[in-house]
């Protein structure tokens, strides 16, 4: 009865406080981890099963069933001018009843110009008060997978992850939050996934520091602190459905399709108060489970186009490759920004060893 009640005041907590709900808060745990499901365009919620899987879908944990697996990624936007990475560990139980994992993910942009102090009080210019900064969001990710009941047909996973936000010395923030998962192995061969992001809203706390972002010029006041000090995420869904074809002894096709669901209105192409719906459809064509080729296309969006202003429709395709010897396993994707048109591409390597093949 307790647990009930402050379950109830948290979430009636959340609607008095509407005003600082956020559509895009914490966004950097929404692009994913490892090359693989980066190069399909994020289409393995349905089939992610290694170590990779807290970020796409903790049930995929499942799959992991001997020794364990470690992984890491690295990843450079717009130019080198933010890096992204990733590391993680995940072991099966000596009980064999679950699959226990731990991800650190880091997004930032280093070297920032701090120009806050380049004009004093009275207007004067000194270029040896020009500082630099980072702006870097950390999170921490416990994941834990299993089958309820004993049922092996369905597997269930959780992530309970912290947060840690820094904006250099003006601001940071810590937030808390969970996900949950699960992935049903259908007798035909079809599996269906489901990720619940930010199940229970993930909340972030915010300090910021008057004193270094402020700036007074001839008596008037720049940079003022934010009034909200505390941000809400709400969840994202995301829901696929998968199936492996052998196309022949050497070759199989690994197709997924599903939609991803905000419960906000954004610009996706199906957009009301209460939800926006995108489509996503990728593939993996493998060959003898040494080399991969993948495709895949998510981010639909109906966006204006600023010279003509008519609407059109925009998107994020994606592709890369994989090669695996023994329990090591080398990918690469490459991606645009998802803006129409772009030319901002971005560059994804991930490595991954899993010690069960590695010693067979």
């Known amino acids: 009865m307790k647990k009930n009640l402050l379950l109830t005041l948290f979430f009636c907590g959340c609607i008095l406080q509407a005003q600082i709900i956020r559509k895009y808060s914490n966004e950097f745990l929404n692009i994913g981890a490892g090359a693989r499901g980066l190069g399909m365009g994020g289409a ?35 130019e080198s001018i933010a890096k992204y990475d990733y590391i993680a560990y995940a072991k099966p139980l000596d009980s064999k009843n679950g699959v226990f994992a731990v991800s650190i993910i880091r997004l930032g942009v280093d070297n920032i110009l701090n120009t806050t102090q380049l004009i004093d009080s009275e207007g004067n210019i000194d270029y040896d008060k020009i500082t630099s900064f980072s702006a870097s969001d950390y999170a921490a990710l416990v994941s834990f997978a299993f089958h309820p009941g004993g049922n092996q047909r369905l597997d269930l996973g959780v992530n309970a992850k912290l947060v840690y936000r820094n904006i250099g010395k003006f601001a ?30 993930t909340v972030n706390f915010w300090t910021v520091n008057q004193n270094e972002l402020s700036t ?3 008596g ?13 995420t709400m969840p994202k869904l995301n829901i696929g459905a998968s199936k492996n074809f052998d196309l022949n002894r050497d070759l199989s096709l690994l197709p997924e399709v599903g939609i991803n669901v905000d419960f906000a209105k954004t610009a996706a192409l199906i957009s009301t108060d209460f939800a926006s719906i995108t489509p996503y459809a990728g593939a993996e064509l493998k060959f003898q489970d040494l080399i991969f080729v993948r495709v895949g296309v998510n981010r639909f969006q109906s966006i204006t186009d600023i010279e003509s202003l ?43 060893l899993d010690m069960g093949d590695f010693r067979n």
């Open 44 to 78: 393995v919620i349905s089939n992610q099963n290694d170590v990779y899987s807290p970020m796409w879908n903790p049930a995929g944990l499942m799959t992991i069933d001997r020794d364990y697996q470690v992984a890491a990624m690295h990843a450079e936007y717009f």
């Open 172 to 201: 940071s923030g810590y937030g808390f939050g969970f996900d949950i998962g699960a992935i049903y192995h259908a007798e035909n061969g079809i599996n269906f996934g489901g990720m619940l992001r930010d199940a229970t809203t």
């Open 216 to 218: 007074v010029v001839n």
């Open 220 to 232: 008037q006041e720049f940079n003022p602190a934010p009034k909200d000090k505390l941000e809400i």
């Open 310 to 352: 008519k609407r059109k429709v925009s998107f994020q395709p994606s592709a890369g490759i994989g090669i695996k010897y023994r329990g090591l396993t080398l990918d690469y994707a490459i991606t645009n920004s998802g803006i129409g048109g772009s030319n901002f591409y971005s560059n994804f390597f991930s490595l991954k």
